[in-house]
Nanobody
Framework: QVQLVESGGGLVQPGGSLRLSCVASGILVSCNKMAWYRQAPGKQRELVAS??????????NYADSVKGRFTVSRDSAKNTVYLQMNSLKPEDTAVYYCNDDRSGAWGQGTQVTVSS
């Protein structure tokens, strides 16, 4: 059974940084395409960033709105995927979810609030 557990969200001022973590069990994050999505109130869930499996080169992809500010990475030894978020803006406020593309599994989400 695939389980994804996110952490690292919180309240941060505009311009600040946060690092989200997604600890996986039941899969190897190095073998799957992993992604981060977010959903703001009243909006559809949207793709933020993804990283392909190691065998597919670990290619990354970002939404235009976060390019240059967010970085997705993984630590195979810890079976964890990260989302480093810098230069945060109020419009980044959302619940952030981790996703395993192969199984379709989702984590429970972690709230990120960017506000002064």
């Amino acid at each position: 059974q695939v389980q994804l557990v996110e952490s690292g969200g919180g309240l941060v001022q505009p311009g600040g940084s946060l690092r989200l973590s997604c600890v996986a069990s039941g899969i190897l994050v190095s073998c799957n395409k992993m992604a981060w999505y977010r959903q703001a109130p009243g909006k559809q869930r949207e793709l933020v960033a993804s990283v392909t499996s190691v065998t597919r080169g670990g290619a990354t992809n970002y939404a235009d709105s976060v390019k240059g500010r967010f970085t997705v990475s993984r630590d195979s030894a810890k079976n964890t995927v990260y989302l480093q978020m810098n230069s945060l803006k109020p419009e980044d406020t959302a619940v952030y979810y981790c996703n395993d593309d192969r199984s379709g599994a989702w984590g429970q989400g972690t709230q990120v609030t960017v506000s002064s």
